[in-house]
């Protein structure tokens, strides 16, 4: 029983098993922070700050930014993956993690802890393919195709930011405040700043971050629509997290052998028929009162909804 009680004690800090957020949010900090440390000892070996910045940026950064040129992508691909999780201005770091976890926090309320990472990868994904797109298509780009390139989480938290918000655009922050702030106006603030703050010096930003944005939509209302986009990210998603989980068994069917005895036939288990007019009434319900309101029958009957063709 150890391995629960471990389990335990760490849902306490962290919530819900393999909790994407903070996962999420980990992997950004872990990358800003190693970037910084590389980028502290080019400064240490150069003494002219500029020639130091640009130096890193050619000899390093560039392994982890997106770039336009679809050349330069096809020898690097794995930027396409890469860059959602880049930063290397603080500023931008935290500002992306704090919408993240704001609006992330409550995605994870009203749908469950499988949602984040899927509409955030999606989301990025949809970005970078704007990004790319703009410069490569757009004559007023063009001539900046060989010399731009995207990093930072902004496409993917705008993913999160809108599928949140068209899900409940009436939650409530911060409800002691006159009844609080409506999710949407909390939205619509957020979009004019990541907008505005875009550096005027690469404006396919505008297009990747509109896309993020768009994606996010998209995934939800397929969702609501009963078509689920995420299964085979979390599939991947929990394979990499427990390579880094010792203590997780390995086999689900060792904890089944502790924990209960063997038998040659199934007990009955009377399973409720999914109707369209049901699964309408428990996304109102996670509109109204979030995921966790859900009884354990509603939640099986959400996931079989989502997992027909």
Known sequence: MAYYQKEYKRRLLTGERNHALVTLIAINLIIFVILAFVKALFFLRYENGGQAVAIFDQSVLKWFTLPTDVSQIASK?????????????????????????MFGYILQDLTGNRKIFPVFFYGAIGGAIAFILAYNFLPALKPQLHVQSALGASAGV???????????????????????????????????????????????????????????????????HGYDWSGWINNFFDWFTNLFNPDRPRKGKQIKQELFYKSATQP??????????????????????????????????????SQRD
């Open 77 to 101: 691909p794995w930027t396409i993956l890469t860059h959602m999780f880049t930063h290397v201005n603080v500023w931008q770091v935290f500002a992306n993690m704090l919408w993240l976890w």
């Open 158 to 224: 705008m993913a999160i930011a809108v599928a949140t918000t068209f899900i409940a655009p009436s939650y409530r922050i911060f409800p002691r405040l006159n009844g609080g702030i409506p999710l949407w106006v909390i939205t619509a603030i957020y979009l004019i700043i990541n907008l505005v703050t875009i550096s005027r010096s690469n404006p396919g930003l505008y297009f990747a971050h509109l896309a993020g944005a768009l994606t996010g939509f998209l995934f939800m209302y397929s969702f609501r």
């Open 268 to 305: 009955f288990k009377k399973t409720p028929n999914v109707t369209e007019q049901r699964v309408d009434e428990i996304l109102d319900k996670i509109s109204q009162k979030g995921y966790n309101s859900l009884s354990e029958e509603e939640k099986d009957m959400l996931k079989r909804a």
